[in-house]
């Protein structure tokens, strides 16, 4: 990774059990054209053939490179998920979970959605995903008012993508799901991608403002991808440099590409809960703290911040982190210090511990906007 915050992501499509095809792929990319910092994968990593599976717990198939994955749409897939929290399934192998907000140490801010959309609003299965599950990303994202994430990974697609955009061979009008639909425009991805249609179909950009009458923000890509080895022979690999929203200057980010069209989605406010944050955060795998510090480099992202605000608000460049090892945003961060990462703490007594923000703070004077009291 690069000390700017340039980093080089590889996104795979439905692996469908093919895991020395993927593997195999993964690595020749990492050699020839990387180095990747990580593999996002969507869709459905199992398949009907599971043979290869056990080669990967065994450790004589090894995945090359840190690999996170989505949730089971299948129930014959759902016995490989224990923890539908998320979990570690295999070396460099990460189940995210049914539903949540990652932000990687590099800065970069993925939201994820597992499973296919459910009518029943109180269903609560590992293969589905209900209104809730929609109304709490973006209540962890920030709420209707979001200024946006840098990647969000869904299975299925949403539905109406091709609205005023190039042409696809998906009907997204009977495959697609409203509920994505609705999460993608009020969380304004960078890039959001999604699977299972065993099709490769890249929209022209879209801006996520209305001309003439908002602030011009980040546009969105949207990026569907095949099957791994499919016969039809479909894009199932998407490489892609990118610094994390959150380093960028916003006269930078705001830019516009030369193709851009309109927004696909309707605007429909999304209800969010803004009192219960850190309860669905308790739910998240990557909200848990160490308890065994002997497991502090047992996985990435233990440490990150995925609850704190980052005054997005101010859609502003943080100052150059540098050397600076207070902060968990920075690269020289000394985690090994950390003992917890939280939204507010209580009473604090500072002659045995200190409390610091994640993001950088140039000046101590300016941490009670961080921090609460």
């Known amino acids: 990774m690069s000390k700017i915050g340039n980093l080089k992501v590889l996104v795979v499509g439905d692996v469908e059990g093919r895991f020395k095809l993927f593997c195999s792929k993964v690595a020749g990319l990492h050699q020839k054209n990387g180095p990747f910092e990580m593999v996002l994968c969507v869709g459905n990593f199992f398949g009907d053939n599971i043979s290869e599976w ?30 539908r929290n998320g979990e570690d399934l295999v070396p ?9 907000i990652f932000t990687f140490s590099s800065g ?37 008012t979001c200024t ?3 990647v969000l990974l869904t299975s299925q697609w949403p539905q109406g993508i091709e609205k005023h955009g190039n042409e696809t061979a998906a009907d997204t009008t009977k495959s697609g799901s409203p509920l994505i639909a609705q999460l993608a425009g009020t969380i304004k991805p960078r890039y959001h991608f999604a699977g299972l249609l065993d099709l490769f179909y890249e929209r022209t950009p879209y801006r996520n403002h209305q001309i003439l009458a908002e602030t011009t923000t980040h546009v969105s890509r949207f990026i569907g991808l095949a099957a791994v080895g499919n016969a039809n022979k479909q894009r ?18 705001r830019k516009q590409p030369d193709s851009c069209t309109q927004c696909p989605y309707e605007r ?16 998240q795998y990557f909200y848990d703290t160490i308890s065994d510090p002997r497991d502090v480099n047992k996985r990435k992202g233990n440490f990150q911040d995925r609850g704190a605000k980052r005054h997005e608000q101010n859609q502003q460049r943080p100052e150059d982190v540098g050397k600076c090892w207070f902060c968990l945003s920075s690269p020289d961060a000394e985690k090994h210090l950390v003992v917890s990462v ?31 009291a």
């Not at 199932?236 to 980010?253: G, Q, W």
Request: glycine content about 6%.
């Open 268 to 283: 429909k406010p999304i209800s969010t809960k803004a009192d219960k944050v850190e309860d669905i955060m308790a739910n």
């Open 108 to 144: 970069l801010k993925v939201a994820y959605l597992s499973g296919t959309e459910c009518d029943d609003p109180d269903a609560n299965t590992d293969l589905t995903f209900s209104r809730k599950d929609v109304e709490e990303i973006v209540t962890l994202a920030g709420g209707n």
């Open 92 to 100: 460099n192998l990460t189940y995210l979970g049914r539903r949540g």
């Open 342 to 372: 939280g939204l507010h703490v209580g009473r604090s007594f500072y002659t045995h511990w200190s409390r610091m923000s994640v993001s950088h703070v140039c000046l101590s004077v300016y941490l009670s906007v961080c921090l609460p």
């Open 236 to 253: 199932f690999l998407y490489a892609f440099n990118v610094i994390p929203m959150s380093k960028i200057p916003f006269h930078e980010l």
């Open 148 to 150: 946006g994430v840098d």
């Open 54 to 83: 056990s080669d990967l717990e065994k450790c004589t198939l090894e995945i090359p490179l840190p690999t996170y994955i989505l949730g089971p749409t299948f129930p014959e897939h759902a016995r490989f998920f224990r923890n």
